[in-house]
């Protein structure tokens, strides 16, 4: 059994050989080749992050005074953070109170 393994396995390198010389068959001398030199280039492209503004609003637990800062409560207020405002400096967010006193939740207002 070993013998015919080996047998098929030369036989196959054998072939393989021969295809591989076969296709490769007489040079064409009409045929001309010219190689150009190429140098290797580096381009190096500087990655940017810009962030997404986000606004988030929220209902808080604040303090409110309706008459001039003399007396002040405690109630709920709206708020909104915005953060990554292209108009304010990079990575920072502002937050605003939007209304000050009984804040709902799905309007914010």
């Not at 040079?27 to 140098?39: A, P």
């Not at 709920?76 to 304010?88: L, V």
Request: charged share 20%.
């Amino acid at each position: 059994m070993a013998k015919s393994s080996q047998m098929f396995v030369t036989l196959m390198c054998l072939l393989l050989l021969y295809t591989s010389l076969h296709v490769h068959g007489e040079v064409d001398t009409s045929i001309r080749t010219s190689s150009i030199l190429v140098q290797p280039a580096r381009r190096v492209l500087q990655a940017t992050y810009v962030p997404q503004t986000t606004i988030t609003r929220q209902c808080n637990i604040c303090h409110c005074s309706d008459d001039g800062d003399k007396t002040w409560y405690v109630t709920t207020c709206c708020s909104e953070a915005i953060c990554n405002d292209p108009a304010e400096p990079s990575g920072t967010c502002t937050s605003r109170r939007i209304s000050c006193g009984g804040c709902d939740e799905k309007t914010y207002k």
